[in-house]
């Protein structure tokens, strides 16, 4: 727990001490704004529907950003080669630095709750989808950073990095908008494979096993998937 504690806070002061952190956070804030605002104005409803739908897609485009440094980087500036050689287990690192990424990922959708906030001043707050549409948030943007560090730990290239983050994670969001053209007999699996499909499950605000299950195996999947493609580059 020590060495995921020190990776988690390098990487973290690595996001802040560089433009990336405040980058992200702005565009995305600028993005959600913009929605939140004309949907406000324009259709005159203080609610969160239009938030609950715009942020899944946002999260696809950049989390993929977010995520494309954290192995690439290392590998590119021999830094990687540094830290295998510390008493430090492949998947601590893994560990620490997608944890450095949630975290970033938190300070992101936080002031969002500004919307939220107007909403129940404003409007009629249904409490239960509102607060299941945060919960789904952060799972639904934990997987797509797992995706993303897996993306990472396969290459150098942080824009090869990027594409092959933002590829995996396009496949997931939609399957679920694909049933029409999948046989009956597989629908049910492909829609249980979609991740955008268990995150509408949790923002109605009924938590299901079902859909925390899902996407702690995805996440897990996908950082044992990068530790070990860690440890086989590491052996070239």
């Keep these: 727990m020590q060495n995921i504690w020190s990776i988690f806070k390098r990487e973290l002061r690595a996001y802040f001490d560089s433009p990336i952190a405040y980058v992200v956070i702005t565009v995305f804030l600028l993005f959600t704004g913009w929605y939140f605002t004309t949907y406000f104005f324009l259709a005159g409803q203080a609610d969160l529907r239009v938030i609950l739908g715009i942020i899944p897609f946002a999260f696809l485009i950049i989390t993929p950003a ?3 440094r954290l192995i690439s980087e290392e590998r590119k500036t ?3 080669e540094l830290l295998v050689t510390m008493p430090i287990h492949d998947s601590s690192i893994i560990v620490g630095k997608y944890l450095a990424a949630v975290a970033l990922l938190i300070a992101m959708i936080l002031p969002t709750l500004v919307y939220g906030i107007t909403v129940a001043f404003l409007g009629d707050m249904d409490y239960g989808p509102a607060i299941g549409g945060y919960l789904g948030f ?3 943007g934990a997987a797509y950073l797992a995706i993303g560090t ?3 730990s396969l290459t150098e290239n942080q824009v090869v990095a990027f594409i092959i983050s933002l590829l995996i994670m396009a496949a997931f969001y939609l399957m679920d908008k694909i049933l029409i053209f999948i046989p009956n ?3 049910s699996i492909v829609e249980y494979l979609a991740i955008v499909y268990h995150f509408q499950n949790i ?3 009924v938590i299901d096993t079902r859909d925390l299950v ?3 195996t995805l996440i897990s999947l996908a950082l044992f998937l990068a530790t070990r493609a860690m440890a086989a580059r ?3």
């Design 234 to 236: 590491r052996k070239r």
């Design 66 to 68: 977010i995520t494309m």
């Design 185 to 187: 007999s597989m629908v």
């Design 138 to 140: 952060l799972f639904i």
């Design 78 to 80: 021999g830094t990687m």
């Design 214 to 216: 899902y996407y702690l």
């Design 150 to 152: 897996l993306g990472s």
């Design 203 to 205: 923002s109605r605000g």
